[in-house]
């Protein structure tokens, strides 16, 4: 049987139609360190204005969460998954569209583990996206306010989320949130592997419907959830929400960063270095 193999601009090869087209995952890993080293040393205006995007892209993608939710029941399997995967239009527009996600930006970790960046770099990435993001995530909650959305069908999905969220202690929040981003940081390795935009949505859908329909914790969303459910009625107090995001931002931290990413450096270390 004749077997193709096609060569891309990268000068690595891939087999044709019956083969798999796409990154290995040491490719994989010597790409995302790559895009580290990137992401670290952009511009602050440019660093700040797509972490603003990425903010802005997760509340549309819970926007969306919330609409697929309306008049449905929240517990039903099959519902926590449609859900999910309405939720997944936000991380599609940060990587087909470019943004910067705190979130899937703890694979920096992988960069800085090989002495690629140093730990300032990967600090300033982390504050200047987090706060981008939740300044985003505030602006889609303004214009959600002023469109009157709040007051319509999203309101009790938007409030019955935002209750169970704060009802949750800080050891649930950590671990819900350290999951939350084992499966972002898992879906944004998946999306290097892929050559084209399509693949990349593909990759991306699985692993956040899965965290969403397991109630798992993303602090960026949370920016957009918690002030919206008060909106729409939920008990709200600052506290609280001071509380559910410190410890899902850790909990983010140490899945994404510690897990996600230090177990790909040990399995591929010093990618970008071998290359």
Known sequence: MNRTRRRFDD????????????????????LIEEAGVRKANLPLLSLFALGCLAGAFIALGALFQLAVL?????????????AGTAFSLGLILVIVGGAELFTGNALLVMAWVDGLIGARAVARNWLIVYVANFLGALAILALVWLSGLHAGSLASPASEIATRKLALEPMELFARGALCNVFVCLAVWLSFAARGAAGKVLVIVPPIAAFVALGLEHSIANMFLLPLGALAGAPFDVGGFATNLLWVTLGNMAGGGGGVALSYWAAYRNPAKRA
């Open 11 to 30: 000068g690595t090869t891939a087999h044709g139609p019956t083969g798999l087209d796409a990154y290995k995952p040491s490719e994989i890993a010597r």
């Open 70 to 82: 309306a008049g449905a029941d929240p517990d039903f399997g099959p519902t926590r998954f449609l």
